[in-house]
T-cell receptor, first 109, second 116 residues
Framework: DAKTTQPNSMESNEEEPVHLPCNHS???????IHWYRQLPSQGPEYVIH?????VNNRMASLAIAEDRKSSTLILHRATLRDAAVYYC??????????WGAGTKLIIKP | GAGVSQTPSNKVTEKGKYVELRCDPI?????LYWYRQSLGQGPEFLIY????????DSGLPNDRFFAVRPEGSVSTLKIQRTERGDSAVYLC??????????????FGPGTRLTVL
């Protein structure tokens, strides 16, 4: 299974944009890039996914590099409620999600 | 609508006891997954159901672990002769479809199992 690399932790100030990076140099042509996040004491929740083009939804934006070897999850205006562990996952047609350790996002008021 | 629910939210048991963890998936979701999560780590796959059948149980750590989904909806994860190493958060997820690159899994809040 293709692997992803994320920083262990990041800090950001409240109400500022946050850019969470993910490297996936071994991505294959059919892998989608999925992001989930896990708030403290909760189960993971889906954030966004994309293949090649940048994607936007109500929660976040996903910027995908042209060579697809990296991507960035963008929270446009972080709030304290966005403090969570963010997971970047490559998904093919296999049903499994293969999880790394993710990035712990700390939001400072 | 209702999300994935799991009961109990917390379970404390003694070493050697038997426990059952229950998962109610989102209505109409045919795929159901169990994961286990230790502190500071991402979820670890245990088993996947498509309908009533276990399509992949390769993640179950040993034969003390067993899961069922008899009517294709509710699932129960069963652990026999619990050990202290079984202590973890057990997560259940469901998805409307499976086997595509765009499947989205919806997770329950988890059951925190503590084996004393």
């Amino acid at each position: 299974d293709a692997k992803t690399t994320q920083p262990n932790s990041m800090e950001s100030n409240e109400e500022e944009p946050v850019h969470l990076p993910c490297n996936h140099s071994t991505i294959s042509g059919t892998d989608y890039i999925h992001w989930y996040r896990q708030l403290p004491s909760q189960g993971p929740e889906y954030v966004i996914h994309g293949l090649t083009s940048n994607v936007n939804n109500r929660m976040a934006s996903l910027a995908i590099a042209e060579d697809r070897k990296s991507s960035t999850l963008i929270l446009h205006r972080a709030t304290l409620r966005d403090a969570a562990v963010y997971y970047c996952i490559l998904k093919d047609s296999n049903y499994q999600l293969i999880w790394g350790a993710g990035t712990k996002l700390i939001i400072k008021p | 609508g209702a999300g994935v629910s799991q009961t109990p939210s917390n379970k404390v048991t003694e070493k050697g006891k038997y426990v059952e963890l229950r998962c109610d998936p989102i209505s109409g979701h045919t795929a159901l997954y169990w994961y286990r999560q230790s502190l500071g780590q991402g979820p670890e796959f245990l088993i996947y159901f498509q309908g009533t059948g276990a399509a992949d149980d390769s993640g179950l750590p040993n034969d003390r672990f067993f899961a069922v989904r008899p009517e294709g909806s509710v699932s129960t994860l069963k652990i026999q002769r619990t050990e202290r190493g079984d202590s973890a958060v057990y997560l259940c997820a469901s998805s409307r479809t499976s086997g595509t690159s765009t499947d989205t899994q919806y997770f329950g809040p988890g059951t925190r199992l503590t084996v004393l």
